[in-house]
């Protein structure tokens, strides 16, 4: 079946720091790949998203790049800021589309202090 | 981007009652929504799509008498927790998307916190 694991948080990082949040998908095909952002007490926004293989989905000076090979689609960013502290989903659509569903990771905490 | 709003932000009810909450899309006709609950420190859950006009498909073990969902216009979906209980507190998210457009993505409520007692 179609699956989404995250690395396990919190993830505590110091200002200007180095992020990086590994996720790892299962599925049949090509799944779209989704990266979503939930600031606390808040719903998802989209941070950004990956179609096909090699894609590299960016925004915010986040990046994540749809590997195939790995069925990988890690999350970085060059130097955080406190503001992003909030949880982070990793997330798939199936191929089949089956109406859209996203299929999510169990999302990983982070923590930036100043 | 898109706008969905969600409504009530936060709800407290007592155990007996129900409660409905209302996710809408503002800016966009949304053909299809989906309801999802999630546990403190938890991923989502999907709970059901709906699709405007039809029934909600439901997922395993969702009961679909206890939630119910309508889908009556193209920027309406309801959830009515229905004789709510303790067990049934929790943050539910709606999302909304067209598939009037391909590979559009879905757009997320600001959630609702649901707190029975």
């Known amino acids: ?114 | 981007g898109a706008v969905v709003s969600q409504h009530p932000s936060w709800v407290i009810c007592k155990s007996g009652t129900s409660v409905k909450i209302e996710c809408r899309s503002l800016d966009f006709q949304a053909t299809t929504m989906f309801w999802y609950r999630q546990f403190p420190k938890q991923s989502l859950m999907l709970m059901a799509t709906s699709n405007e006009g039809s029934k909600a498909t439901y997922e395993q073990g969702v009961e679909k008498d206890k939630f119910l969902i309508n889908h009556a216009s193209l920027t309406l979906s309801t959830l009515t927790v229905t004789s709510a209980h303790p067990e049934d507190s929790s943050f539910y998210i709606c999302s909304a998307r067209t598939q009037r457009v391909l590979n559009t993505e879905a757009f997320f409520g600001q959630g609702t916190r649901l707190t029975v007692v």
């Open chain 1, 1 to 114: 079946g179609n699956s989404v694991t995250q690395m396990e948080g919190p993830v505590t990082l110091s200002e200007e720091a180095f992020l990086t949040i590994n996720c790892t998908y299962t599925a049949t095909g090509y799944p779209s790949l989704f990266w979503y952002v939930q600031y606390p007490g808040e719903g998802l926004q989209l941070l950004l998203k990956a179609t096909k293989a090699d894609d590299k989905g960016s925004n915010k000076g986040f990046e994540a790049t749809y590997r195939k090979e790995t069925t990988s689609f890690h999350l970085e960013k060059g130097s955080v800021q406190v503001s992003d502290s909030a949880v982070y989903f990793c997330a798939l659509r199936p191929p089949s589309n089956q109406g859209g569903k996203l299929i999510f990771g169990q999302g990983t905490e982070l923590s930036v202090k100043p």
